[in-house]
């Protein structure tokens, strides 16, 4: 069976501190990846997918980057933290060129920038 | 992807049908119906989908117009564990299959 972990699963950070979480899948091959980020209280904002290694989209102009240096692994990077930058964070994959297929999500980091 | 409105908030009481709706008007024909739900502080969990035909699953039914421009995802007999925000969310199948997710709606399970 496939499975999804990332971490770390909290952390505390300071404004100006680089930020590296990690994703990883497991028992597939060639998956989608996923970047989101939720504010409380709100809806997913997708940040960053990438359909193989080294293809990385971003949707939203921002203060973060993402990396993909394996087929399942992929990272999500900052070189200077903003205050705004805080909110829990999900990865996500799903089995790319085949429809009707579903994203499946790891438990999320939780991100606080003092 | 098409925009979906969910109402907020949804009260439900325990071992009663929570039926909650979800509007899509834009939907375009090769749009698939997602839900998802998340647990505080936990990952979005896949529900249920579909493209035109209605569905069930072991967890839920999801229930399509025909001319799919809504949709409403049962929950059976709800528990105090379906408690969670649901998302309802439209998209287009590509390779990419980049999702879009609302504010959903906050579904409170009452003993």
């Known amino acids: 069976s496939q499975t999804i972990h990332q971490w770390p699963a909290t952390l505390v950070q300071p404004v100006g501190s680089p930020l590296s979480l990690e994703c990883t899948v497991e028992g597939t091959s060639n998956p989608n990846l996923y970047w989101y980020r939720q504010a409380a209280g709100r809806g997913l904002q997708l940040l960053f997918y990438s359909v193989g290694i080294g293809q990385i989209s971003s949707e939203v102009p921002q203060n973060l980057s993402a990396s993909r240096p394996q087929d399942r692994q992929f990272i999500l990077s900052s070189k200077k933290l903003l205050l705004s930058d805080s909110g829990f964070y999900l990865c996500?994959?799903?089995?790319?060129?085949?429809?009707?297929?579903?994203?499946?999500f790891g438990e999320g980091s939780w991100l606080t920038v003092v | 992807d098409a925009k979906t409105t969910q109402p907020p908030s949804m009260d439900c009481a325990e071992g009663r049908a929570a039926n909650l709706p979800c509007n899509h008007s834009t939907i375009s024909g090769n749009e698939y119906v997602y839900w998802y739900r998340q647990i505080h502080s936990q990952g979005p969990q896949y529900i249920i989908h579909?493209?035109?035909n209605n569905e069930t699953n072991e967890m839920a039914s999801l229930i399509i117009t025909e001319d799919r421009k809504s949709s409403t995802l049962i929950l059976p007999h709800a528990t105090l564990r379906d408690t969670a925000v649901y998302y309802c969310?439209?998209?287009?199948?590509?390779?990419?299959?980049?999702?879009?997710f609302g504010d959903g709606t906050t579904l409170t399970v009452k003993p």
């Open positions: 996500a994959w799903r089995r790319g060129r085949i429809s009707g297929n579903t994203i499946y």
């Open positions: 579909g493209l035109k």
């Open positions: 969310i439209v998209r287009v199948d590509t390779n990419a299959g980049k999702s879009t």
